[in-house]
């Protein structure tokens, strides 16, 4: 920490700097006194100086650097923008996985959990564990590695494993220093974990720039800070102002290679120690409790200043103080057991309903969409809400002109929770909903249909094309064919165009068009290529799913993909033959044999394999081997709750293995239910059935080994 004596001998250097400009000999004071200056801005928010003295200091040493470029060192402040502006962000793998967190959403769970930390640690039940608190920001994840006190690396947190490097872009937030003094504690190399985020009136002010330049608005923090973090011009992440908050130190060596971590009792002196280097961490806003009933008390308490926080926060975390207590408690595959977040409640506001809109899908269902009063809800701005389908509103009793209650369910979907008939003056009006198409506008009217058991209303037969469109759209989305960077708005543009009129002719694009598109160019167009040829060699159970048959979900794509050479073998398949399949019912059997009786439906698909797309069942389609020697061979298993002791795709390996077939419901049909923590409706109605053989997850393991 900088100390009295020190910080106003930075002061009286930046006084005599103004007044008589650094030169050569200088030139280190300089650098020491904008960084001293970046720590009182960024990290302490106690800027002592204007933000236009601090421009000049800056340009003093610009203009030094520039003619003696030999002096330039890597932590110099000019350094944090990158002079390579074009970025190609390649993946790297995290020196240890950054995990997810399970949630909870009330003080049941929080005491759930505590009960299990205290059983993975062998405590009583009546021992007090310490915990750290500390806010969960709503930003980007990102980590950082230093070597040799140097950032050598920034990256995202992609999917934990692997993720995107963007260290030049790191380099460019003033709270991430790009030299530290880890070696004055041993350390030679270190991997923090942190959020990235944008403070509330920074955002605001940066979507008034943006507004009076005519450029689309950001929706919330954070989706100005992740986007900040992966723009491929460096400059451009400076200007979004990020903040880095530092939550964790979770890799440190010495120059052995020898672990330090053990070297910190608790998780809180690992993150003062990150503070006293100058990281800006959560320490400020973070509280330690002596039991799980103060953490009840300090989350209540933090949810009541949530709208007044300066950053977005959306609950806050909670972990184990205790290091060695950590290692006892370990981790999933997804998340450590050590650490919990806890959710704030969604957040609700009113507005008025001014009309409703309504959007055709990729099977013709019509769905209503409510135009609201825009309303800042839970970190973002809304306007549009689903209404579901028909019965919704009548359920809801919505009328145009309603003030309605509006909501984020999870803070993540705008919803309705209901209107206020009591508000209304009498001008409201009913929803009419359409007796016809409502994209169909140049052709001959369409009906709509709404078959038995369902409730949406749909177009049974297309004219216009849009149910084409949102075909494609939703086959290139990540669920479907995962056609990496090729999203809604390149389908809409080449739908335009006229230069795809159904998914046949994603495959055959010109690529020489497009790179002399606006906005485009060669190197765009060959990454579409290139994800277009990774798409083409897709397991066939993802192609199924991709096609828009009614009904027909991942699972079931997977369980036909299983029993079938090539997908032109489903061309003679008859009913019957689809209803051997376990969890396959006669809706799905009846909409796949239909569209495959289709001779327009089996055209395209011949374009599709001319175009080099895979046909084929691939080694990713074929079942899990079925030992008849397992234990629960000729069963079937489904398992529910979190599993303590490996993920879920691990447990359903191990089972077929062990001869049990994995199904997704409870039914007559199971046989084997296995419950982990939080188990909820699936037990309750096994219990009911009283047929099905319900088992801990230690019950299954111990039947398997």
């Not at 601090?54 to 003619?67: A, G, P, T």
């Not at 967190?101 to 759930?112: A, F, I, K, P, R």
């Not at 007559?668 to 939080?678: A, D, R, S």
């Amino acid at each position: 920490m900088y100390t009295p004596e020190s910080q106003q001998y930075f002061i009286d250097l930046s006084k005599n700097f103004l007044n008589s400009p650094a030169n050569k000999e200088e030139l280190q004071k300089l650098r020491d006194v904008l960084i001293f200056h970046e720590r009182k801005y960024y990290i302490e928010d106690n800027p002592l100086i204007s933000d236009f003295e601090y421009d000049q200091l800056y340009k003093q040493l610009v203009r030094i650097e520039e003619e003696y470029p030999g002096l330039i060192t890597n932590d110099s402040p000019t350094q944090r923008v990158s002079t390579d502006l074009s970025v190609d962000f390649e993946a790297v793998q995290h020196t240890v996985p950054m995990l997810s967190l399970d949630n909870s959403y009330n003080e049941e769970d929080l005491n759930n959990f505590d009960t299990s930390v205290k059983k993975l640690c062998g405590l009583s039940s009546d021992t007090d564990i310490e915990y750290c608190v500390e806010p969960k920001y709503d930003g980007g994840s990102i980590a950082l590695i230093y070597e040799n006190d140097i950032l050598v690396r920034a990256a995202t947190r992609g999917n934990g494993t692997f993720g995107e490097e963007m260290t030049p872009n790191a380099r460019t937030l003033p709270s991430v220093p790009l030299k530290v003094k880890f070696s004055d504690k041993g350390i030679m190399k270190a991997e923090l974990r942190g959020e990235a985020l944008i403070r509330k009136d920074n955002f605001e002010r940066i979507n008034k720039e943006r507004e009076k330049d005519g450029l689309t608005l950001f929706a919330n923090p954070r989706n100005a800070a992740t986007g900040g973090l992966r723009t491929k011009d460096a400059n451009e992440t400076r200007k979004r102002g990020l903040e880095a908050f530092i939550y964790q130190l979770a890799y440190a060596i010495d120059k052995e290679g020898k672990s330090l971590l053990s070297t910190f009792e608790t998780h809180i002196a690992g993150i003062q120690m990150l503070k006293e280097l100058g990281f800006k961490t959560p320490q400020n806003e973070e509280a330690v409790c002596k039991n799980i009933n103060e953490v009840h008390d300090l989350v209540h308490y933090w949810e009541s200043l949530r709208d007044n926080f300066q950053y977005e926060i959306d609950g806050m975390v909670i972990k184990v103080n205790s290091l060695k207590l950590q290692e006892k408690c370990g981790s999933t595959t997804h998340h450590p057991r050590w650490a919990i977040a806890f959710k704030f409640k969604a957040k609700q506001a009113t507005s008025k309903l001014i009309s409703v809109e309504y959007q055709v899908g990729k099977i013709g269902s019509i769905t209503p969409v409510a135009k609201i009063e825009s309303v800042y809800l839970a970190g973002v701005t809304v306007s549009s809400v689903s209404l579901h389908n028909e019965d919704f509103i009548k359920s809801k009793d919505l009328r145009l002109g309603d003030t309605v209650l509006v909501e984020r369910a999870g803070d993540v979907i705008p919803y309705i929770v209901k209107s206020f008939p009591e508000l209304r003056s009498g001008k409201e009006t009913e929803i009419v909903f359409p007796e016809f198409c409502p994209a169909n506008t140049t052709h001959l009217p369409v009906r709509l249909i709404k078959e038995e058991g369902e409730a949406a209303w749909r177009c049974p037969n297309c004219l216009c094309g849009t149910q084409n469109l949102q075909k494609m759209i939703f086959h290139v989305s990540k669920d479907a064919m995962d056609i990496d960077g090729f999203g809604k708005s390149y389908v809409e543009r080449f739908y335009d165009l006229g230069w795809i009129k159904d998914i046949s002719d994603i495959y055959n694009l010109d690529y020489d068009k497009i790179s002399e598109l606006e906005g485009f160019g060669k190197k765009s167009a060959d990454n579409i290529r290139n994800a277009i040829n990774k798409a083409r060699k897709n397991p066939i159970h993802r192609l199924l799913h991709s096609l828009s048959i009614h009904h027909l979900g991942k699972k079931a794509s997977k369980l036909i993909a299983e029993q079938i050479g090539h997908v032109f073998d489903l061309c003679h398949w008859p009913i019957e033959r689809y209803l051997e399949i376990k969890d396959i019912g006669p809706v799905v059997a009846e909409n796949v044999k239909s569209w495959f009786d289709n001779a327009s439906h089996i055209d395209m698909l011949k374009r599709m394999e001319s175009y080099g797309v895979n046909l084929t069942q691939t080694e990713e389609d074929m079942p899990l081997e079925l030992s008849m020697d397992g234990i629960f061979y000729g069963k079937t298993i489904l398992f529910t709750g979190t599993l303590q002791t490996m993920g879920r795709k691990d447990a359903e390996e191990l089972a077929a293995k062990a001869g049990a077939r994995n199904i997704s419901a409870v039914s007559t049909n199971l046989n084997i239910l296995v419950v982990g923590e939080k188990a909820g409706s699936k037990l309750k109605k096994a219990q009911e059935l009283g047929s099905v053989e319900i088992l801990t997850e230690q019950e299954f393991l111990d039947k398997i080994n």
